[in-house]
């Protein structure tokens, strides 16, 4: 089972992605930590990396798919994959078309986590986690039972990361309206596309999800 997840920062990918990681033995496929970790890597193909990264420029599609290429390789025939944040553009899908085939593999689903934009910016812009181990909390989903006390470890230090602001927030939206979405008409021509709702909580996300690739949606 090979699926693209597509959905705007913090509509719950990564959440998803790891559990069907866990769960179903699926491996993720994201670019940010592909990049990363080539960028680190003594190869060719990580020093070519790390020389985009490091002038500022944007890495071209070409590295990009050739990293997916090269993780496809490492991979048991047998083994399902996650597209995290590929492909982003027409030719980005069409490079993956060909990237997949040649591993004799093809994407089954594209499925799309739908979100409410205002309440995907209240979602995000009251998160909180422990500063001690990391456990989370929000405004107003889920304060800490005992306030200024984590549930879990009892310290009484919090924080937010500086980009969980709605500014920022909105601006990631609009971008992913810009640039990802419109990929989508390219995989609902070919029937691919599935969507779920991405507000409900993650269980209920999960369950639509698994209904998909259980053929049951």
């Known amino acids: 089972m090979n699926i693209i997840l597509l959905g705007p920062p913090g509509a719950g990918k990564g959440t998803q992605a790891s559990r069907l990681e866990a769960e179903r033995g699926m491996v993720q496929l994201s670019t940010g930590d592909m990049l990363r970790a080539a960028r680190k890597a003594d190869t060719p193909l990580g020093h070519q990396v790390a020389e985009v990264m490091d002038s500022g420029a944007l890495v071209s599609d070409e590295i990009v798919s050739a990293l997916i290429d090269e993780k496809l390789g490492t991979l048991s025939v047998d083994q399902g994959t996650i597209f995290d944040g590929y492909p982003r553009t027409a030719p ?18 594209v499925i799309e986590l739908v979100v409410d934009e205002d309440a995907l910016v209240e979602r995000i812009t009251g998160r909180f986690t422990c500063a001690n181990c990391g456990a989370g909390y929000h405004d107003k989903f889920k304060l800490p039972k005992v306030e200024g006390t984590c549930d879990v470890c009892g310290h009484h230090e919090f924080k937010r990361r500086p980009d969980d602001n709605e500014e920022t927030v909105r601006t990631r939206m609009a971008e992913y309206r810009a640039k990802t979405a419109p990929i989508l008409p390219i995989y609902e021509a070919k029937g691919l596309v599935r969507a779920v709702d991405g507000m409900a909580d993650i269980a209920e996300v999960g369950a639509q999800i698994d209904a998909i690739l259980d053929g049951k949606a």
């Open 92 to 109: 980005q899908a069409e490079s993956l078309d060909e990237i997949l085939d040649a591993h004799d593999r093809a994407l089954d689903f």
